[in-house]
């Protein structure tokens, strides 16, 4: 018993004596300097690159000369070896050249020979800024020497996802996820508007990096249409939570879809000195996303001077249907929210097209004015660049209502459109409307004149000898706000030849078919239709009635009777009697006596 007590303490004794050679020999012979730098890296001068979350990665440890410009061959130890790490850059570094404030994150004690031993970090969850590796000696403790790597270096992510989404085409959210690339795929977004965007950093194990705060920056490439001119995408304002960078002030410029890369080069800056400037270095960067589609926020409408040409000369009877001498043209140009064209609103992406133009409609300040069996679609054509123009065909299409009596007034239309798109874009104000578009003849010095006027055409009873042609007075005639007078201005009306209605021959009427026939102005002259008929001969006195067809506009309530039934009195063609031969009971003054 006595004999194994001995050997057991004996055996103490040496572990102990062993034990306090060591640490003799450290405390003899201490490092002068630590120093860490990445593996294979110069002891001395070597740095310590861009390390990514999620992955560890191994360091090579040296014992330093007290000048810093070898290594201490001679020294044989164990020294502790931790990083110290900030979520920010500029902390201030003491004499040891470590930061004064930091996260400590435990590597583990490292085993120097002839100066040299080498640590492996774990793989660190979270990202941070600026850390740098601090050498502790002895590793067990009181450390007598306390030194930082002379180098400091960025853990950042290992990946970055970008997402684009928005409420509606007017608002950021994340209802809808904005990936349209093709023009007609959807959801679509107006140019301009703000909208969401998110970038979500995660470590290589897929778990987000909550610490990740960067300020990434966008390279645009136009993915529709695959010609374009590049818009500006402004990312907006990021705010950082749980590793998702997110803004909702988001917008772009132009129309069509982009594709996106986004790169953070301000992460990791710390190490721009020593790791390479690219996604495999110190920048982070996010695969490329489509992001789309876009539309235009709105439309500009802008028209020509348009002018009508009056239906007759320098005037238009109410009822006579007229057109353009200068048609009507609308310029449609898209653009932003900002009131920037949006130059890639053209081709596949141009949307104006008829079927979108609807509530084509007319008014005048002064009477009514109608369209005549409908009026034809507005013309589209697009002339790229963003902008198309609209041409209001309407033939002769509108005319003046004529329900009544009026005196001459001058015309002045508007014009009302609702112009859209097929997706719904519009201008700011819609529908679009032209006002004040009057009339033009053609000739300054009467352009003034195109007036409405309520007109008439006026056949009168004719008497005369059967050896001489017959003149029947033929007039068109306007109301004048009291009465109706010849209309001086009418040199375009024009007829076909009257209609002669012949009766039974009897003792009293001897006038046949084919005895006399008319003649006219075709045109009027200054109203007057200069009606004519013939000298029937001798023996072939009577009588017929002579009837014109007139156009509507011209014709008249001579009976009081609605014809069609539709509440337009002014429905009767002129009718007056020519007679041959016989005395006029009503015609010239033979002699007047007057008593006094």
Known sequence: MSQWFFTRAWAASALLAACVLVNDAQAATPPQALNAVDAGAHPVSGAITTKTSGLGFTLDVFALNAARTAVDTGFNGDVLVDLLANTVTGVRLDANNCPVSGTALTVGTVTLTAGRGSATAPAQADVWRDVRVRLRYPASGPHTLTACSADDFAIKPATLAA?????????????????????????????????????????????????????????????????????????????????????????????????????????????????????????????????????????????????????????????????????????????????????????????????????????????????????PPPAVTELGGGQGRIDVAIGMGLRFSRTARAAPFDASLNFSLHVADAEGVTPTVNPYTHSGIGFDDGNPATSQDARMRFGRLRLQNAHGSEFLALPVPMTSQYWNGQGFVTNGGDHCTSLPAPTLIFFPQTANNQLASGETSASQNTPFVAGNGDLRLSAPGAGNYGYADVGANVPEWLRYDWDGIDQGGDGALHDDNPRARATFGKRNSGGRLIIRREIY
């Open 163 to 375: 997402s684009a989404s928005d409420a509606d085409w007017d608002s950021p959210g994340t209802a809808r996820t904005l990936d349209a690339a093709t023009a007609t795929a959807t959801p679509v977004h107006k140019a301009g508007a703000p909208f969401t965007l998110r970038l979500t950093a995660r470590n290589a194990g897929g778990s987000p990096s909550s610490q990740y705060d960067g300020s990434p920056t966008a390279q645009v490439a136009c993915r529709l249409p695959a010609t374009c001119t590049p818009g500006t995408l402004n990312p907006g304002a990021f705010t950082a939570s749980g590793g998702t960078l997110t803004s909702h002030t988001a917008v772009y410029s132009e129309v069509g879809a982009m594709d996106v890369t986004f790169i953070d080069s301000s992460f990791a800056a710390v190490d721009a000195d020593d790791t390479p400037a690219d996604c495999a270095g110190y920048h982070l960067c996010a695969s490329a996303i489509t992001v789309g589609r876009f539309v235009p926020d709105h439309f500009d409408v802008t028209a020509n001077t348009p002018a009508f040409a009056p239906g007759c000369g320098s005037f238009t009877y109410l009822g006579q249907p007229f057109g353009w001498r200068t048609p009507l043209r609308l310029t449609v140009t898209a653009k932003n929210r900002d009131d920037q064209p949006t130059l890639n609103y053209n081709g596949s992406l141009w949307k104006i097209n008829p079927a979108a133009l609807t509530g084509q409609t007319w008014s005048a300040l002064a009477g009514t004015v109608e369209a005549v069996g409908g009026l």
